[in-house]
Structures are given as structure tokens and as C-alpha cells.
């Protein structure tokens, strides 16, 4: 599975959902969890919040 369709799963949002929060289209969510296109940070706009939280795992 897709890490954002994961990510997206566990925070329990819907495609639609996390659409809106990063300011993007559903189909632009589906692209980025199909591969069909990469991620473009200036396209993932969080308003200042972050949706995810990612741990560093320590070596």
C-alpha cells in the first residue's frame, strides 16, 4: 500500500477530506496514491499544520 493512502487510513480521512486540508483535487490525492504522479511540495499546502506526524526511527 501507497505510505499516504496509509498514512491517510490510519488518521482516518477520506480522500475528499485530506483534498481539502492540503488544498489540492481528489483526483490530484489519487495520482499521488496510484503513482500515477509525485508528491510536489509546493502543491502539499498544509496551511502551517501538519496532517502527518512521522517518528524518526533511531539506528
Not at 501507497?2 to 483526483?27: D, H, P, S
Not at 490525492?29 to 533511531?58: A, M
Request: aromatic share 6%.
Amino acid at each position: 500500500m501507497n505510505r499516504l493512502k496509509e498514512l491517510r487510513k490510519q488518521k482516518k480521512l477520506t480522500i475528499v477530506e485530506l483534498a481539502e486540508k492540503v488544498g489540492v483535487t481528489k483526483l490530484t490525492i489519487l495520482n499521488w496514491e496510484h503513482g500515477t504522479h509525485e508528491v510536489n511540495s509546493s502543491q502539499f499546502k498544509t496551511r502551517g499544520k501538519p496532517i502527518f506526524f512521522q517518528s524518526k526511527k533511531s539506528r
